[in-house]
């Protein structure tokens, strides 16, 4: 069964990086039929969605967040990662990677890791 | 981007009661929407895509339809592992976009 699990720091300072992990188990992050990718939560509120990454390393960003957004993938790792600059209070969420399915553009979302808390303060 | 706009945004009902949510859609999005049931400490749950097709191993009590712009969630008799928050997500146009929520309990 597909697992994901999200590591990285809990706590980012203000202006500074947001750095999280993905990593797959129970099956291949080189399907052809998934992208990879990030959604976070404010606590207490909805669902929005970061952006996702095929295999190949093709990237689809969310416009609120592209100029501050990097996503990478490493296939002999079996893991994906995100990165998000210059970080503000907004940004405050739980982050949870997961797995979307491809259609003609990245669709439904089949599986969610657990989610990683990051808090983002001075 | 295309704004999902969910009703109501909270629900109180009782068990055995038959529970209908709604999403629209601000543009036409033909039949590119999915469901959520997200439990509280937990992470979403599919339900349904394509508006109406149930994801395997959802019970047959949910239920989904709609077209276009108007969508809706059905369970025809609420139990008590129900209780959650429903989220709609569209899938027809970068960036996919969630509704805000149905908070659903018991009454």
């Known amino acids: 069964q597909l697992q994901l699990q999200e590591s990285g720091p809990g706590l980012v300072k203000p202006s500074e990086t947001l750095s999280l992990i993905c990593t797959v188990s129970?099956?291949?992050?080189?399907?052809?039929?998934?992208?990879w990718g990030w959604i976070r939560q404010p606590p207490g509120k909805g669902l929005e969605w970061i952006g996702t990454i095929y295999y190949s390393g093709n990237t689809y960003y969310n416009p609120s967040l592209k100029s501050r957004l990097t996503m990478s993938i490493d296939t002999s790792k079996m893991q994906f990662s995100l990165e998000l600059r210059s970080v503000t209070a907004a940004d405050t969420s739980l982050y949870y990677c997961?797995?979307?399915?491809?259609?003609?553009?990245?669709?439904?979302?089949?599986?969610w890791g657990q989610g990683t808390l990051v808090t983002v303060s001075s | 981007d295309i704004q999902m706009t969910q009703s109501p945004s909270s629900l109180s009902a009782s068990v055995r009661d038959r529970v209908t949510i709604t999403c629209q859609a601000s543009q036409d999005i033909s039949n590119y929407l999915a469901w959520y049931q997200q439990k509280p400490g937990k992470a979403p749950k599919l339900l349904i895509y394509?508006?109406?097709t149930l994801e395997a191993g959802v019970p047959s009590r949910f239920s989904g339809s709609g077209s276009e712009t108007v969508f809706t969630l059905t369970i025809s008799s609420l139990q008590p592992e129900d209780i959650a928050t429903y989220y709609c997500?569209?899938?027809?146009?970068?960036?996919?976009?969630f509704g805000q929520g149905t908070k659903l309990e018991l009454k």
């Open positions: 997961v797995r979307q399915s491809l259609v003609v553009i990245p669709a439904t979302i089949d599986s």
């Open positions: 394509d508006a109406s």
């Open positions: 129970g099956g291949s992050i080189i399907d052809t039929r998934y992208y």
């Open positions: 997500q569209q899938y027809d146009t970068l960036p996919c976009t």
